[in-house]
């Protein structure tokens, strides 16, 4: 396929733009809780995007099989970690931060 | 499936992920090794790690996965995740950025592990919240805004998935 | 080695600003990672940042050319980023990694 590149390109793309909006997200806001919202979720998503524009740029040979597992790895192993450091924080007694108490 | 079909299913895994990496004659590019010095490798690693966290996971519990229940789950879970990071998108972009959270506390009827974890994984890959403690049968989740938490509490339809997926509910309903 | 479809100078040459977008997004978390007021903070960004990384080097095998030998490297990476974040959060959560009195 003639345009297979220029697909690979557009999803590449797509994954750095949520993994850049995951570094602001994990800048801005305000508080622990909410940061691990900005930091798992759309950098998860970010990395499988860029893993399937890889996957699509050379497919059907070794690499794509190695990138599948790569792009499996993370999905399930990001909210993983982010529950076990979520879970270190509630038991050591961190409070969330709610937005009618300034 | 008792403990010892189930160390020999997970031995079938590795080995499969270890012939696989091993051999793919379709790409001229990357010719595999398939010579009788690798598979007694991969028959011995695979062995050595069976062996070594045999008691890892999948303990022996009675499991009943339905696999062709688990794929259509498993597309609507990758769509929930785009719709997700879109709205999360939004909500750190946006100039005011309005969140509001809020933790959240709900019971489930499970009783196996497995069904747990991937209700927690789905949680936390879902539209705002995250899991922050599963307690046996106790699960506390914090959630970015009130419209966030409401399915969890009010429709529970991702509990219904998973209840239907791994058959926990009622056992005489299961066809 | 002819494994490229379509013009390879433009597809690279976007990789290539891809991958400086990622390099920006993880200096921004390490904004985090310094200035964090609690601990939980710079471990996810740690994590955050070990998954950028161990996302960028296939990007960086395809600008070179040779991606069968990065991709090995991102997935033993990945594999790391994840255990140690772990770790850190189980020590972080009890105060010991392992009781003495078992």
């Known amino acids: 396929m003639e345009s297979l590149p220029i697909v690979s390109a557009i999803l590449v793309f797509g994954g750095t733009f949520f993994m850049v909006v995951g570094s602001i997200g994990l800048i801005r806001l305000p508080d622990f809780y909410a940061r691990l919202h900005a930091a798992g979720k759309p950098d998860t998503l970010g990395e499988i995007l860029i893993v399937l524009g890889l996957i699509l740029y050379d497919p059907f040979s070794l690499i794509t099989v190695k990138l599948f597992f790569l792009s499996f790895f993370i999905l399930v192993a990001n909210p993983t970690a982010t529950h076990a450091v979520a879970m270190a924080a509630y038991k050591r007694g961190l409070v969330p931060w709610r937005r009618d108490q300034e | 499936m008792n403990r010892r079909n189930i160390l020999i299913f997970k031995f079938f895994i590795l080995f499969a992920f270890w012939v696989l990496l091993s051999l793919w004659v379709l790409d001229p590019n990357y010719p595999g090794k398939f010579d009788a010095l690798h598979i007694v490798k991969g028959l011995i690693a695979s062995i050595i790690v069976v062996y070594l966290l045999r008691d890892l996971i999948l303990h022996g519990e009675k499991i009943h996965i339905k696999f062709l229940r688990a794929i259509p789950y498993v597309v609507w879970e990758l769509w929930q995740i785009v719709l997700a990071n879109i709205d999360v998108a939004y909500r750190v972009l946006h100039p005011k950025m309005p969140i509001n959270p809020l933790i959240v506390e709900f019971y489930v009827p499970y009783k196996g592990d497995m069904t747990k974890t991937w209700l927690a994984n789905s949680i936390t890959l879902t539209p705002g919240t995250i899991t922050i403690l599963v307690d046996d049968q106790r699960f506390i989740v914090h959630a970015l805004d009130k419209s966030f938490a409401d399915p969890l509490l009010i429709d529970q339809t991702m509990q219904k998935k998973l209840m239907h997926v791994f058959m926990e509910g009622d056992y005489d309903s299961s066809s | ?102």
Not at chain 3, 15 to 23: D, E, K, S
Not at chain 3, 49 to 73: C, Q, S
């Open chain 3, 1 to 102: 080695m002819d494994i490229v479809k379509g013009d390879p100078m433009d597809i690279l040459g976007l990789f290539m600003i891809a991958g400086v977008f990622i390099t920006i997004s993880i200096v921004l978390d390490l904004y985090r990672a310094f200035s964090g007021p609690t601990v939980f903070d710079r471990v996810i960004a740690v994590s955050v940042i070990g998954t950028k990384t161990a996302v960028i080097i296939p990007l960086i095998g395809f600008l070179f050319e040779r991606p069968g030998l990065f991709i090995d490297i991102s997935l033993s990476y990945a594999l790391l980023n994840f255990v140690g974040t772990l770790i850190v959060a189980k020590y972080l959560e009890r105060g010991e990694l392992w009781s003495p009195y078992l």
